[in-house]
């Protein structure tokens, strides 16, 4: 009588554990993503803010804060998967770059990952700069995204 409790009792804790489910990757609804263009002399920037519900876009076309515009809307659910499996907060972690092309009166681009606990963000000329190659994929597609973005602003202002 002994035996066959303690299967029992085996047979339920091997159930119990086989049946706990994985919880989501928390990394999927707690970052936020972030990619903008600064450039100098007062010619303006934009900004593209996204997490996994919500892209916001910010038009600035000069140094007078007054005219920057912003658009929000829903995530594309399947762009945002794309960029969370093209990101790979390890290899963005050790990409340290910061130029400031825009101290010469340049551009910069500037991308900010954010996390629960965990912040990093690089400044650099264009995703082609080899300092980046690690992370080219990830950089390129976010680039598209907010291309797209500002291309759809530009258009809707010229119909206004």
Known sequence: MKYPILLLIILIAFTAAGCQRKSPPIYDTDIILSISTVCGWCTGGDSLVIDANTSVYRDSPSCDLAKATETSNATDKAQWNEL?????????????INLCNVCADGCDVRVTVKGKNYIHYISYGGSDNEAVASIRAFLKKLEAISAVYKKEYRNNKTRL
């Open 84 to 96: 969370i499996s093209l990101l790979d907060r390890e290899q963005f972690k050790k990409v340290n």
